[in-house]
């Protein structure tokens, strides 16, 4: 197929977690045989941090304007057979509208944000996606699943919701051999509604557990926050360096926004890329986990610092390399980005056949 998808960034992966998507799913699909454009807005913040400026999977352009991108592109989009618009993209109710009108092939938007995108929506305060632009897409793909899918087509019209879920490249992250440098890491770009689960999950056993060493890695944190002495501070992390980041801890935390966690069946890339490398998974508690991680078995989930601190002190590192284990056996057989491909062409098969006319004898 020629596939084209207009997504917020696949050259940048500062401050988001959309480009390490696009990139393992662009780079499957093309294994695959198809032909993928991706094309991206040029906004500076992604143009001063871009860690793959050329990726070398399909083709990837950039855009200064809208005028410019109808310009320049379309032809590509109103010959592809099919198009994604993803989710946080500039201008992206214009974007939509004009990929759902000259489209001559299947158009989809993907959600790589779903319940942050309905909160908006229902406040009326959405920039990248209307409601009445939800029924023209032949699929709404989502990085929620569960109870949200029903609800997209039910209430917001979406023609056809399924859930495209994150997913990690086993060739980027599996387990290394290191020294410990942390007892605990967290890595993720600052969020108002995270940080408080941040403060009872990490920083609080950090404050009581003096001897020991963590780590928080991600930009836009604010000076205000009280880091205490024995918890270092990474300011952006790059995706090349993740591998090493969470081969480094003892632990990794996981921390769900709270319309991810108040929809559930929302996983985080950063479960699946730690699972992928071996590392125990500390996690917040959230709808549906248990159709991703068994809790116990390959995870563990914590309320607040109490849940945290046995697991420090007294787990013993055998347990922990177990549960570790399974995680990744579990994501390597579900979770990686040629399932995602996989998926995805079977969504587009799907929705073609639901389409194509009916002819009778």
Known sequence: MKIVILGLSITSSWGNGHATTFRGLVRELTKRGHEVLFLERD???????????????????????????????????????????GSYVPEGVAIGEWVTQVSTGLTSFYDIDTPVTLARLERDECEYLARDLIPEFDLYLSFTGGPTLRLLEL????????????????????????????????????????????????????????????VVAGPQYPERVPWAANVGRIEHLAPN?????????????????????????????????????????????????????QPGEEIFLAEKS????????????KVRGRVAEQARARVLAKHTAAHRAAELEEYIRAARQASAPVTTP
């Open 155 to 214: 209430k917001y019209g979406a023609q056809t919701a399924r859930p495209l879920y994150c997913s990690v490249d086993p060739e980027l992250y599996f387990p290394e051999e290191q020294p410990e440098k942390w007892a605990l890491g967290y890595l993720g770009t600052y969020s108002e509604d995270r940080q408080s689960t941040l403060e009872s999950l990490l920083l609080a056993p950090a404050r009581l557990s003096p001897e020991l060493r963590f």
């Open 43 to 85: 906004v500076p913040w992604y143009a001063a941090h871009r860690d793959l400026p050329n990726p070398p999977y399909g083709r990837t352009a950039v855009y200064s304007s809208l005028d410019e991108l109808r310009g320049n592109f379309a032809d590509d989009v109103a010959e592809a057979d099919f198009v994604m618009v």
């Open 241 to 293: 360096e993740h591998r090493a980041f969470y081969n480094a801890q003892r632990f990794t935390l996981n921390v769900t926004r709270r319309d991810m966690r108040a929809a559930g069946y929302s996983p985080s890339v950063r479960l699946f890329e730690a699972a992928a490398c071996g590392t125990p998974i500390v996690s917040d508690r959230w709808d549906g986990i248990e159709e991703f991680f």
């Open 306 to 317: 109490t849940d945290v601190m046995p697991l420090l002190h007294d787990l013993p590192a």
